[in-house]
């Protein structure tokens, strides 16, 4: 079997402390050199478009909420799990550059609602075929049955840690299969 990077790590650390269950840190470490892999691969296939993925990210959310009405920041910040400054400061840049706009909310006085512009939406919509394109890229090494199957475990624990941020129930280990 072939060895990654963090089969190299676990092992230094398995030479150092072998009573150490590194189960853990084996999965979380996977994930999140994944993620990583995966973000930059994202911005290389969105360079074309001139968009960071932190950009497309953004106005794809608009979009695919498809209201003119647009989104309070608030719900732009909670639904890319991302602090209302963070999101303040991106919809700054994507204001700038004429994707969006702000405007006050009708139905309430203190609030703005962000939508996009006809510029935002044209390339958003330009941008989506070759971001979909580069994700078919960037898991082509699973079959269809791994991507399912790594969907469903990955949902799992998701859903772990939205109950946890909810208030629920933290994660908890499941028994083995």
């Known amino acids: 079997m072939r060895r990654d990077h963090v089969d190299i790590v676990l092992g230094e650390a398995g030479r150092g402390r072998p009573d150490r269950d590194v189960s853990p840190v084996a999965?979380?470490?996977r994930i999140l050199r994944a993620a990583r892999f995966l973000e930059?691969?994202?911005?290389?296939?969105?360079?074309r478009s001139g968009l960071s993925y932190s950009e497309f990210d953004v106005l794809a959310t608009l979009r695919r909420v498809g209201s003119d009405e647009g989104l309070a920041p608030s719900a732009i910040a909670h639904s890319l799990m991302l602090s209302?400054?963070?999101?303040?400061?991106?919809?700054d840049r994507l204001e700038a550059a004429g994707y969006v706009?702000?405007?006050?909310?009708?139905?309430?006085?203190?609030?703005?609602l962000v939508g996009l512009t006809a510029k935002g939406r044209k390339v958003i919509d330009?941008?989506?075929?070759?971001?979909r394109a580069n994700l078919d890229r960037l898991i082509a090494p699973l079959s269809d049955r791994e991507r399912t199957r790594l969907a469903g475990l990955l949902r799992k624990l998701l859903l772990a840690f939205e109950a946890e941020a909810a208030g629920g129930a933290g994660p908890r280990r499941s028994?083995?299969?």
């Open 40 to 47: 930059s691969g994202f911005d290389a296939g969105l360079a």
């Open 126 to 131: 330009e941008a989506l075929p070759p971001y």
């Open 84 to 91: 209302r400054a963070t999101i303040t400061g991106r919809l």
């Open 175 to 177: 028994a083995p299969p």
């Open 101 to 112: 706009r702000r405007r006050p909310d009708r139905s309430d006085r203190r609030g703005l």
């Open 27 to 29: 999965v979380t470490a």
